[in-house]
């Protein structure tokens, strides 16, 4: 994959299938919908930690809290996830400029990948926002971020068995990762196009 800095947007590009898998995921890992409602919270978690002994004035400031301020986060991320599934649906299928259309070797029976995302720059926060839920979430689902597997990768030696689908995960959390770190310095940048 690279990453392309325009004036006015920022593209991935040439994407494998499975960053394009990672990136057509991120509006569903960051709803949770799969996830029990406990997990979920972890995105809109009560403002302040009270212990019951010390809740005086604890219930009222979390009613107007769930009044107020609860509902415009919820519609705030929901915006989030809602531009990059805009942004995700009008991904490019990029085919070389030489290559003949009638010779594409394209599967038939399924749609090509898209190899190019291209996102206006002023969606970037919204990108940040998604992936900061998805992020949050597979964590809370799948405690992913303090996980020394992260770091290493299974040998024969080791006493735990090899777990694909959990290596996939944590290959996923650190894509956002990435991407996260990626749209900060855009975020930052304001003048010349760049490639990274």
Do not use: C
């Not at 960053?19 to 995105?43: N, S, V, Y």
């Amino acid at each position: 994959m690279k990453f392309i800095l325009t004036d006015t947007s920022w593209i991935l590009d040439d994407l494998d299938p499975i960053e394009w898998t990672f990136l057509d995921r991120i509006p569903e890992m960051a709803a949770g919908e799969d996830l029990p409602h406990e997990q979920r919270r972890r995105i809109l978690p009560d403002p302040i930690d009270v212990p019951a002994g010390q809740r005086e004035n604890y219930e009222e400031f979390l009613k107007d809290w769930n009044e107020y301020v609860r509902p415009d986060l919820n519609a705030s991320f929901g915006a989030a996830r809602d531009q990059v599934s805009r942004d995700l649906a009008m991904a490019a299928v990029k085919a070389d400029p030489s290559d003949d259309p009638d010779e594409l070797d394209f599967d038939h029976d399924s749609e090509p990948i898209p190899m190019r995302v291209e996102v206006a720059r002023t969606a970037s926060d919204a990108w940040y926002s998604a992936l900061n839920q998805a992020r949050l979430l597979m964590n809370e689902a799948h405690d992913l971020a303090e996980s020394t597997e992260r770091f290493r990768w299974p040998s024969e030696d080791d006493d735990q068995p090899f777990d694909g689908a959990r290596m996939l995960l944590l290959a996923q959390y650190e894509f956002y990762t990435a991407m996260q770190s990626i749209l900060i310095e855009v975020m930052t940048l304001n003048d010349a196009p760049e490639e990274f």
